[in-house]
C-alpha cells in the first residue's frame, strides 16, 4: 500500500511539471514569438490531411518541330502546367515557349513578331498542331481505327483500339463506342449490341459481360456434349 501510494506520488509530481513546462513554455512564445522553434508539433487530427508535398514532374523536352514528337511533348507539358501555379497568362506562355526549340521555336517567333495573340495554353497548341502535326499520319490512324477488327483476345483488341483512337481525337465519344463494339468477334458482337453501349465505358463493359457469357455457353454445350446417351429399354 505505501508502495502505491509512492508511486502514484510521483506520477502526480510528474504530471505537474508537465502541465506547468506547457504553461511556461506558452507564456515565452506569447511574449517572445520564436516563429522556427516548435516545443510541441501538431499532429492532424481526425480526418484532416496533411499538407500536400509539390508533386515531382519530369520537365518537358524541347520541341524542334517534329511532327512525331508533337503528341507527347504536348502530353508532357500538360503534366508541367498541372504541377505548377503561375500569376499570369503571359507566365504561362513563357514557360511553355520555353520548352520550343529549332522550327517551333522560329515560327513562334515569326507569330509574336506578326502580333499574334495566344489567349492560352489551348489555342497556343491548337495553333501548334495546325503547323506541325502530321495530318497524312492522322489519317492513316484513322483508316487503320475504321477497319481494326477483333482477331485475338479481348484485351489485345482494346489495346490496339486505345492506341489507334488517340491519334483520332475529334471522334466523339457515342461514336467511338460504336466502332469499337462493330469491331468486336461475331459472337460477342452480337452480344454486346444488345446493351446498346454509349460510350466507351459502356462498351468495355458490354464486352466484357458478352464474352462471360460467350464462355458460359461454351462450357454448357461441350458438357452437353460430354454426357452419356441413354438407349431405350
Known sequence: MEKRCTTT???????????????LISV???????????????T?????????QPRQVRTPKSFSGEPT???????????ALRANTFSSRDEELDFISSFLDGN???????????????????GLKNALAETFRPIEEDEEFRLSLFSLTQSGSL???????TRLSLHVPDLDEHSRALLFTKGLSFELRTEAMREHPINMTGA?????????NVSVLHHSRATQMRM??????
Open 28 to 42: 515565452v512564445q506569447l511574449y517572445l514569438p520564436l516563429p522556427h522553434l516548435t516545443f510541441f508539433p501538431s
Open 9 to 23: 506520488s510521483i506520477n502526480f509530481f510528474y504530471l505537474v511539471l508537465l502541465v506547468l513546462g506547457r504553461f
Open 104 to 122: 517551333a521555336l522560329l515560327w513562334f517567333l515569326s507569330c509574336v513578331e506578326r502580333g499574334t495573340v495566344f489567349d492560352c495554353w489551348t
Open 228 to 233: 452419356p446417351v441413354r438407349g431405350n429399354r
Open 155 to 161: 484485351e489485345d483488341y482494346m489495346t490496339e483500339f
Open 44 to 52: 492532424p487530427s481526425f480526418g484532416e490531411r496533411p499538407p500536400s
Open 204 to 212: 468495355i463493359r458490354a464486352a466484357r459481360t458478352a464474352r462471360r
Open 69 to 79: 514528337t508533337f503528341k507527347v511533348w504536348v502530353y508532357s507539358v500538360e503534366l
